[in-house]
């Protein structure tokens, strides 16, 4: 029997309950540490721009301490979340509407179907492809919250090849993953950490960073994409093998369409979106590349002779783009495809919302998960946690000190889910501390992307993963289920290849 009415639905909690517990945990936390001493030499390291006050006071004498959470703190992380999140939010609606707009012309649904037609018998190959050109995307710049954008046409298409949405989630998240895990030239992971190195005197090996990256990305990718194509396989020949819940199952076939119409008649107009449609995300992907650190060695002068002429459309030229760039760019997509797919205005106004109503729990997701890092900030306890954290590390052998170093990573991690935040935090500690103890300070900064990648594929505390979920219609509790095994062989896997690079360079 082929057809499967789902796993028996189990009772889990939402994303919003989940990340609201933690959110209540912190602040408990907050509490009964309220006091406790941080190290004078952890915020000494920190960044004197952003921790002046707190450099200041240390400096005339005084302590930093961990400072209890008020109710206050509790009830407006949501809204500082929100606050913090601005961009991100901005760019989530504004890829909603494009997505809602495409959607609406019925190109996108031609152009998968005959996509699917065409790579008939071979759809395990466009998993691997699409995997690794998200991985190529994590590993040079980072693509993290940028995929968000990607998950419904991923997702229909993988549906449409008789996959189902936990295929879609572990193509894009775990695809993208992968390369931010084996970062090489990804600015806000590699790029920051080094410059965090920098700032205390320890100039990183780059080369050796760069090798490094590279086994870790490819090995990473490996284990991912066989694991994400083995199960595809297993539900395209049983869909009784999935691991979604019965109510799962029922969003995705009414979401995606349990029997669409593959006979679609892929039109010239259809074509002419669609160009509109990849030109829009190539354009994404060229504005958000570091040409400065990459072609021009840091040298923004040089930079902006060669670049400063694309400034034009936003006023930061191409390289300098973040998310309420990114936003305005795909408003502004989304109207060229309107006018090439001659929408009436009320009919694009009104798809146009609806794409980004569509996109409302992803943005509220990341909303409340943003906020649990502005209580560890106001409450000061990331920087306690990387206080004792390192000081579990002094004085251990160096076959202890990796696979210690890339636990302790992950806890940080799983508090500050940014990786250039967490760069900026800790590095300066951690680094200092491998190199004092006659470890390579370069592996370090691997062990952090190694680590900060890896938890990144699970954590609720990440808008990535909570909102990519969201947006493929998969649970967190069924997914946390489904990548376990992979998880865990990954984490075991960088920590081999991370302690005997420690020994190696």
């Known amino acids: 029997m082929t057809e499967n009415k789902g796993k028996k639905k189990k009772r889990s909690l939402s994303a919003f309950s989940i990340l609201m517990i933690v959110l209540a945990v912190v602040c408990l936390f907050s509490l009964f540490l309220n006091g406790s001493p941080i190290s004078s030499s952890i915020i000494e390291s920190l960044d004197p721009e952003k921790y002046g006050e707190m450099i200041d006071t240390v400096n005339s004498g005084g302590t930093v301490a961990v400072q209890s959470a008020h109710l206050s703190d509790f009830v407006m992380a949501i809204p500082n979340g929100f606050m913090n999140a601005a961009d991100l939010i901005i760019f989530i609606f504004g890829i909603g509407g494009f997505i809602g707009t495409m959607m609406s012309t019925g190109a996108l649904e031609a152009g998968i179907y005959n996509l699917v037609g065409k790579m008939k018998g071979k759809e395990n190959k466009l998993i691997g492809i699409l995997m690794f050109l998200f991985s190529l995307g994590g590993t040079t710049y980072g693509m993290a919250e940028e995929t968000i954008g990607f998950y419904p046409l991923i997702t229909a298409a993988m549906v449409a090849a008789g996959f189902d949405t936990a295929v879609a989630a572990g193509t894009v998240l775990l695809g993208a993953g992968a390369g931010v895990l084996g970062s090489t030239i990804n600015p806000f992971a590699t790029g920051a950490a080094m410059g965090a190195l920098s700032s205390v005197g320890i100039e990183p090996n780059a080369t050796t960073i760069m090798i490094v990256g590279v086994i870790l990305w490819l090995t990473t990718l490996a284990v991912v994409a066989k694991f994400v194509i083995s199960y595809a396989k297993k539900v395209q020949e049983n869909r009784a093998n999935t691991v979604l819940s019965s109510d799962e199952l029922a969003e995705m076939d009414e979401v995606y369409g349990k029997e669409k119409d593959q006979g679609l008649v892929f039109t010239k107009q259809h074509k002419h979106v669609l160009i ?12 958000l590349i570091s040409y400065v650190d990459i072609n021009f060695a840091g040298d923004e002068d040089a930079y902006m002779n060669a670049f400063g002429w694309s400034k034009f459309l936003t006023g930061q030229p191409l390289g300098y783009w973040y998310f309420a760039e990114l936003g305005a760019w795909f408003i502004l997509a989304s109207i060229v495809i309107a006018i090439v797919a001659r929408m009436s205005e009320k009919e694009f106004i009104d798809t146009f919302m609806a794409g980004a109503a569509d996109l409302l729990s992803v943005a509220l997701i990341i909303a409340v998960a943003r906020g649990i890092t502005v209580v560890m900030n106001q409450t000061h306890l990331d920087f306690f946690i990387l206080d004792k954290a390192s000081g579990l590390l002094r004085g251990v052998p160096a076959f202890v000190f990796v696979p210690l170093a ?21 590095i300066p500690v951690m680094g200092s501390l491998a190199n004092a103890l006659g470890f390579n300070p370069s592996i370090m900064i691997m062990i952090f992307c190694g680590a900060c990648g890896l938890i990144n594929f699970v954590t609720p505390t990440s808008g990535v993963v909570m909102g990519g979920l969201a947006a ?5 509790s069924t997914y946390l289920k489904w990548v376990k095994k992979p998880f865990f062989i990954v984490m075991i896997l960088n920590i081999v290849i991370l302690s005997i690079c420690m020994m190696v360079f």
């Not at 493929?472 to 967190?476: D, F, L, S």
């Open 276 to 287: 509109v449609f990849a030109i829009a995300f190539v354009v994404m992907i060229l504005s």
């Open 406 to 426: 890339y636990l302790v990573y992950m806890l940080l991690s799983f508090l500050v889910p940014s990786t250039s935040g967490l760069a900026a935090l800790s």
């Open 472 to 476: 493929a219609r998969v649970e967190y």
